[in-house]
């Protein structure tokens, strides 16, 4: 069994910062594109980042330049980095791995609310 759990949400202030992880655990023998994504209350779930297993990411228009996403493939985990904080990046925050175990195939974590408010 493959397993992704997530930490790192909260409630911030606008402005503030919070850092996620996400770390994958189980029968794993490669892991390809790891990432992000959100859905606020309403609206759709939508991809925030996600960094292939060379390094090379890919951000939401509405993140860039506040949001840094990075991995450390050796504990199996991503990160995501998030600067700047707006009210409307409220949302459910959820990871996602592109994983080899018995076959490839995505897996998610349980999701990390994190609520920018006053």
């Known amino acids: 069994q493959v397993q992704l759990v997530e930490s790192g949400g909260g409630l911030v202030q606008p402005g503030g910062s919070l850092r996620l992880s996400c770390a994958a655990s189980?029968?794993?023998?490669?892991?390809?594109?790891m990432g992000w994504y959100r859905q606020a209350p309403g609206k759709q779930r939508e991809l925030v980042a996600r960094i292939t297993d060379g390094g090379s990411t890919k951000y939401a228009d509405s993140v860039k330049g506040r949001f840094t996403i990075s991995r450390d493939n050796a504990k199996n985990t991503v990160y995501l980095q998030m600067n700047s904080l707006k009210p409307e990046d409220t949302a459910a925050y959820y990871c996602y791995a592109d994983i080899l175990s018995r076959l490839w195939a995505d897996y998610w974590g349980q999701g990390t609310q994190v609520t920018v408010s006053s």
């Open positions: 189980g029968s794993i023998f490669s892991i390809n594109d």
